[in-house]
């Protein structure tokens, strides 16, 4: 970076308690753009200064950036222009959007990530970009991609099945409703708009745009439900465009599956915050509705107990803190950071493995024991061109359950070493790179994204540009 395109640092916002979006600032006059421009020096607004951000060519349009910088990821459906970029040992998202939008977003997402919720970690916002002529270019924010996660377009390279499908939708109802719980409305709930992980089978969404969201103190029902029935109608379509390809099977509803979300969201909120009545008797119902909800992935952190003006009944109200519990007891206990699924697999592993050696043995010191006799002997046992199939979680997850099954049919104890070697010839080798599934991608898929990419930013309204259905 030249002295001519110097950078000013500033520091991220902490106004963490801003409620809604963003205030506007007055726009500046054309003096002052002329004056920006001639001045030449990025702005960049970050939680840590990265001067490796000052090797990428700011001065050249995003969407001319040379091959040289990118990273060859597929990009979904943006009314944006989108690319993904090397920085240092990880990969970056740029987004091309106007300041207040990427200033909006920026913060949003850092709120939401002091709230713990799944979603894309922000980097920076650059604005004060200009081409070496002194032409004005477009602001970016700048998101750091998030590793093993896929577009949903991209997990329909090969024909997806109906319930596979429906797992999706799952992961999305139930990530909305971590949203809702803690006061975010999305306002552009889609498949587009988020990243999906696999999680011990199942999968695990994550946020990814939020320039269209607003956090509140609290979210009434007529703010949840238009959020849901967004996400019904944007799903509905994207499923359509779907079967149009020819992606998904034939006997998929695209509006009937868009409709499961509804009912799997009305089912959490439900098992999550409403009501209970019970006999005074039947107070073993208190610990069936915590296991219930730890199920779900949700601590529970106090009870609103009620006795009626009978005193013959209890109505039980718990407060729901926030998901993850079986990923934290993982994390105190190992050290090791899971998704949910994965980590409650590990966790009843962990607790077998303690009970069939020594259930006296201390909890914590069990569970060193286990990741040195059973996770990292799995994990070393992968052979290096292996390794960057599935992260190591997962790996463990599906020898134990390949154990569990090799055991059932063959009616035997089966060593791990054998269980291991099984998985690796048997279900590894054959398994998609989902590490870098798109650094050496299928030629065909990327044409189709690029294509549809392509497609629908040429045919957005540029005048809504502010709340476009992107992917980032």
Not at 92 to 117: G, N, P, Q
């Amino acid at each position: 970076m030249t002295e001519e395109y110097s950078a000013q640092w500033h520091d991220e916002p902490t106004d963490y308690a801003q409620i809604g979006k963003l205030p506007r600032f007055v726009a500046a006059s054309a003096d002052d753009n002329k004056a920006a421009s001639v001045a030449s020096s990025l702005n960049i607004t970050a939680a840590a200064a990265d001067p490796e951000l000052l090797d990428l060519p700011w001065h050249i349009a995003l969407e001319e950036w040379p091959a040289q910088y990118l990273a060859a990821l597929p990009r979904g459906i943006s009314r944006h222009i989108v690319r993904f970029a090397h920085l240092g040992g990880s990969v970056i998202a740029i987004k091309e959007t106007s300041e207040h939008v990427a200033r909006h977003e920026y913060h949003m997402l850092r709120k939401l990530a002091r709230f713990d919720v799944p979603c894309v970690e922000p980097v920076a916002v650059i604005t004060g970009r200009t081409t070496p002529d002194g032409r004005p270019l477009n602001p970016v924010l700048v998101t750091r991609h998030l590793k093993f996660s896929m577009p949903y377009r991209a997990l329909f390279s090969q024909m997806l099945r109906k319930d596979t499908l429906t797992r999706l939708i799952d992961a999305q109802a139930l990530l909305l409703v971590r949203l809702h719980l803690i006061g975010f409305y999305w306002g552009d709930v889609s498949l587009s708009n988020t990243l999906f992980r696999r999680d011990a089978g199942a999968f695990a969404a994550y946020l990814v745009d939020a320039e269209t969201g607003e956090l509140y103190p609290d979210l009434s029902t007529g703010q949840r439900e238009y959020d849901l029935e967004i996400a019904r109608v944007n799903i509905a379509g994207e499923l359509m465009d779907l079967l149009d390809g020819g992606l998904i099977e034939e006997k998929v509803d695209p509006v009937a599956t868009s409709e499961l979300i509804m009912d799997s969201y009305r089912r959490l909120w439900a098992e999550l915050t409403e009501k209970e009545s019970f006999e005074l008797g039947e107070r073993w119902r208190v610990g069936a509705r915590i296991r219930r909800l730890n199920e779900l992935g949700f601590d529970v952190e106090e009870y609103a107990i009620k006795t009626t003006q009978n005193g013959s009944t209890i109505q039980l109200q718990p407060k729901v803190v926030d998901a993850g519990h079986h990923q934290r007891r993982l994390l105190r206990l190992t050290g090791l950071d899971a998704q949910e699924n994965q980590a409650r697999r590990l966790l009843n592993d962990m607790d077998s493995f303690r009970a069939d050696n020594n259930p006296e043995m201390d909890e914590e010191y069990s569970a060193h024991l286990w990741v040195s006799q059973i996770f990292e002997p799995i994990v070393r046992a992968i052979p290096r061109d292996l390794s960057g199939k599935l992260e190591h979680a997962e790996v463990v997850h599906e020898v134990l359950e390949h154990r569990w099954y090799m055991s059932e049919k063959q009616e035997r104890h089966i060593p791990l070493a054998e269980a291991v070697q099984s998985y690796i010839d048997s279900i590894l080798r054959h398994r998609r790179d989902e590490a870098a599934i798109m650094l050496n991608p299928d030629t065909e898929l990327l044409k189709i994204l690029e294509v549809e990419h392509e497609e629908s930013r040429y045919g957005a309204d540029e005048s809504d540009d502010e709340y476009p259905d992107s992917d980032d």
